[in-house]
């Protein structure tokens, strides 16, 4: 195997104690601060260790196999991927669903570097199982799974690929206005924002929110409401309103849905100000969704490609 002819990308995050040194400056403020909270400083501390070490054992991995090139998370919408890099996230799973929404079909690698801490879905492999899943991948010769993902688009060109969900509404707590279109129903609505969930997000806040409606249906109306689970690769996305408000100028007909290949899903801001659109709960890369944007839910048109064991 030539390691010349091989890139590995290595993307890492800050721990918790990385980024209190960063806002605190020096590691004696952190610990004051934290400790003056009646925090545990010395959990910070482990964290920071094992997540270094399992960053530098599978670095080490991946150097006698390939060029390997280090990216922090934060840089990663700069960041050119080579058609043939394959690229390994250690992080939770938040870190590599960020990562797949950067790629095109490069396999994936999730490294899960403190199993004791953090469950993972996308995390199969621990640090010390790096170098196996390295030689599998170099080869060809290993097994994915491929992952829908949702993509919002507005008019004027801007995009967004969501992993897990996409939500379409108010920055804060206020009520969100806007005219939503799915096929040939319209309506104006009043809510506390849309989910649009994926086969993968479906375990996750579109299942909080389901449950939420179950246990209601239970309660009152002495039923059982069992939602579908997608598949990772299911090519259906589902929609969810938040907490509808039927008014003289509002409806509540369309709250719940599928968005196949052939569905029109679009939602249109009456809001004068704060109106988002964000993917997987980071709310700092959102798209603004005031008066007169339309977005448009589809499917992605790429998927992404998971290496598992």
Not at 48 to 70: H, L, S, T
Not at 285 to 291: L, R, S, W
Request: hydrophobic share 40%.
């Amino acid at each position: 195997m030539d390691r010349s002819m091989n890139k590995v990308v290595l993307v890492t995050r800050e721990t918790r104690l990385q980024e209190l040194i960063r806002k605190y400056n020096t590691m004696e403020q952190a610990r004051f601060y934290m400790e003056h909270l009646g925090a545990d400083f010395s959990d910070y501390l482990r964290e920071d260790k094992n997540y270094r070490e399992a960053v530098e054992k599978v670095a080490a991995a991946a150097e006698k196999y390939a060029r390997v090139q280090r990216i922090n998370r934060d840089f990663l919408p700069n960041m050119l991927f080579g058609e043939k890099d394959i690229v390994v996230a250690v992080g939770q799973d938040g870190l590599v669903a960020n990562v797949m929404k950067y790629l095109n079909g490069q396999p994936l690698i999730g490294i899960n570097p403190d199993p004791a801490r953090w469950d993972g879905i996308l995390l199969p492999y621990e640090a010390g199982q790096a170098e196996t899943a390295l030689v599998k991948t170099l080869a060809g010769n290993y097994a994915a799974k491929e992952i829908t993902m949702a993509q919002a688009s507005t008019r004027d060109g801007q995009c967004m690929l969501a992993v897990n969900d996409l939500f379409i509404g108010h920055r804060s707590h206020v009520s969100a206005r806007y005219d939503i279109t799915w096929n040939r129903a319209r309506e104006h609505q009043s809510s506390s924002g849309i989910i649009v969930s994926t086969g993968l997000g479906s375990t996750g806040w579109y299942r909080s929110v389901i449950t939420q409606a179950a246990g209601i249906a239970r309660v009152f109306l002495k039923q059982e409401l069992r939602a579908e689970r997608l598949r990772w690769d299911d090519d259906r996305l589902i929609f969810v309103v938040r907490e509808p408000f039927p008014s003289r100028s509002t409806k509540t007909d369309i709250v719940f849905g599928e968005i196949g290949e052939s569905d029109d899903f679009r939602i249109l801001s009456q809001m004068s100000g704060n109106g988002v659109v964000f993917s997987d709960g980071i709310e700092a890369d959102a798209i603004e969704f005031n008066a007169g944007t339309e977005v448009t839910i589809r499917r992605a048109p790429r998927k992404g490609m998971l290496v598992v064991a």
